[in-house]
């Protein structure tokens, strides 16, 4: 599951509808970066799934972020990464060009 696509998330609800602040925190974030495609499991709707991801990464809480099946973090690191500027580079480690990037080169 985490290899599915190059950017996972494991997060309460879905990204149309998120079910908890930091799940939704996630979701903003990548939607900032312009990374509309990636694969999302509502852990709600499975607590064999929500408690599995928690055992796999050794990660206590939801959302979870995998990059090209690497576990990433959770909201707090996804948020350090984009405040300091290491998700841009993530991001051109998968191929996907941030759309924050994209909108400081043409604002020079």
């Given at each position: 599951m985490v290899k599915k696509d190059?950017?996972?998330v494991f997060m309460k609800g879905?990204?149309?509808q998120p079910m908890c602040g930091f799940s939704n925190a996630v979701v903003q974030i990548l939607r900032m970066h312009g990374v509309d495609e990636y694969a999302a499991y509502?852990?709600?709707e499975d607590q064999d799934l929500r408690q599995g991801v928690k055992d796999f990464s050794?990660?206590?809480t939801i959302p979870q972020?995998?990059?090209n099946g690497e576990f990433v973090g959770?909201?707090?690191i996804l948020?350090?990464?984009h405040q300091n500027g290491d998700l841009?580079?993530?991001l051109q480690k998968l191929g996907i060009s941030s759309a924050l990037q994209n909108a400081e080169k043409e604002s020079k």
């Open positions: 190059k950017v996972v879905t990204p149309a509502n852990v709600l050794n990660w206590p972020v995998y990059f959770g909201c707090d948020l350090q990464m841009v580079e993530e």
